[in-house]
């Protein structure tokens, strides 16, 4: 699929103020700094286009961007960074969980992992709870030029064997890097897929 525009629309701290849920969207969560606005800038090719910091906790709202004037990529804040506040920090943050529970035109939640992580504990709690709430999900391995490829292939096997404790299946697996490009073309045919449902 290629994208032919990208446009900023809002940034909001309430989900109830986001757009009207009228065109389906695309969310991307994960641990602040694992490179969810980086990710956005990749896949619309617009450098800058999602604020990035190497400091953790830049992103702080519910951001919309309308992709190719049909649906939406959604940056949102990261969870478990220690220096927010205790109340921002509880449960994976109430913007998060209001966004993930109220979104009605949500049509799939990337959840963002460091590749170069063993499996941490917010993150699989997390999906646990993502995946209770019957909300689709894909795993989005990031950074991934970080390592050599076994290495990859070891915290990737790791990552899918300890979900395989609690759940039958684990979701779809999609590995990038936004710092060589890497993921771009599978990110997008498996958001084209999805358009199709
Ligand atoms: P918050 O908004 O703070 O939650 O962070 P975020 O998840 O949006 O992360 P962001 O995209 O701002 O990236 C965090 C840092 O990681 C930045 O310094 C990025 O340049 C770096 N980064 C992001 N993606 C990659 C990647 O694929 N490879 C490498 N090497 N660095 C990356
Ligand atoms: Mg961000």
């Not at 980086?38 to 309308?66: D, E």
């Not at 404790?165 to 498996?190: A, H, M, N």
Request: net charge positive; proline share 5%; hydrophobic share 40%.
């Amino acid at each position: 699929m290629k994208i032919t525009a990208a446009e900023f629309i809002s940034s909001y701290a309430d989900v109830r103020k986001c757009p009207e849920p009228n065109k389906p969207e695309f969310a991307f969560i994960g641990r602040s700094n694992v490179g969810k606005s980086s990710v956005i800038n990749m896949l619309t090719q617009t450098k800058g286009l999602a604020k990035t910091s190497a400091k953790p906790g830049k992103t702080q709202t519910i951001n919309h961007f309308l992709i190719n004037e049909a649906w939406y990529l959604v940056d949102l804040p990261g969870y478990g960074y220690a220096s927010v506040s205790k109340t921002t920090r509880e449960g994976f943050g109430q913007m998060i969980e209001d966004y993930v529970l109220k979104r009605e035109n949500l049509s799939c939640i990337f959840i963002l992992i460091d590749s170069r992580l063993e499996p941490q504990k917010n993150d699989l709690s997390f999906i646990n709870w993502v995946g209770s709430q019957g909300v689709p999900m894909a795993l989005l391995f990031t950074k991934s030029d970080k390592l050599k490829p076994n290495e990859l292939q070891r915290n990737v096997s790791l990552f899918k064997k300890t979900l395989l404790e609690d759940w039958d299946e684990v979701p779809p697996v999609l590995i990038t890097s936004s710092e060589k490009k890497i993921g771009r073309d599978e990110v997008l045919t498996f958001i084209e897929e999805a358009l199709k449902v």
